[in-house]
Nanobody
C-alpha cells in the first residue's frame, strides 16, 4: 500500500522560508516521478512543482519559479519542496503526489497522479 506523508508546513513569514517534506512508503520510491500541488480556499488544486523519477528534470508553476525548489532523496524515500521568498499568495494546503507509472519524466496534471498525501497547511504572515 502506497503512503505519502507530508510534513513541514506551518506558519511562515512573508519573505521567509519553509521546507516541506513528503515521505513515501509501500513501493520503490526511486522509480517514480513526484509532484507537489497546492489548493487555497475556494480555488482549484494547482501544480507547484514536479520532478522526474531520476531527479534530473524538474518543472515549476510560473508563480513559484526562482523561489521554490523541488528535490528528492531516493535513499530517504523523500521528496522536498524548499520554499523561499514566501508570499501571501503561497498560503494553501500543500499535497505531494505520485503516479502509478514508473520511469517517467514528470506530470503537470493532477489527473496523472494516483497517490496523494493528506496535505500540510502553509500559512504566510505579512
Amino acid at each position: 500500500q502506497v503512503q505519502l506523508v507530508e510534513s513541514g508546513g506551518g506558519l511562515g513569514q512573508a519573505g521567509g522560508s519553509l521546507r516541506l517534506s513528503c515521505a513515501s512508503s509501500g513501493r520503490t520510491f526511486s522509480s517514480y516521478a513526484m509532484g507537489w500541488f497546492r489548493q487555497a480556499p475556494g480555488q482549484e488544486r494547482e501544480l507547484v512543482a514536479a520532478i522526474s523519477w531520476s531527479g534530473g528534470t524538474t518543472d515549476y508553476a510560473d508563480s513559484v519559479k526562482g523561489r521554490f525548489t523541488i528535490s528528492r532523496d531516493n535513499a530517504e524515500n523523500t521528496v522536498y519542496l524548499q520554499m523561499n521568498s514566501l508570499k501571501s499568495e503561497d498560503a494553501a494546503v500543500y499535497f505531494c503526489a505520485g503516479p502509478r507509472v514508473r520511469y517517467t519524466s514528470y506530470y503537470r496534471s493532477e489527473y496523472d497522479y494516483d497517490y496523494w498525501g493528506q496535505g500540510t497547511q502553509v500559512t504566510v504572515s505579512s
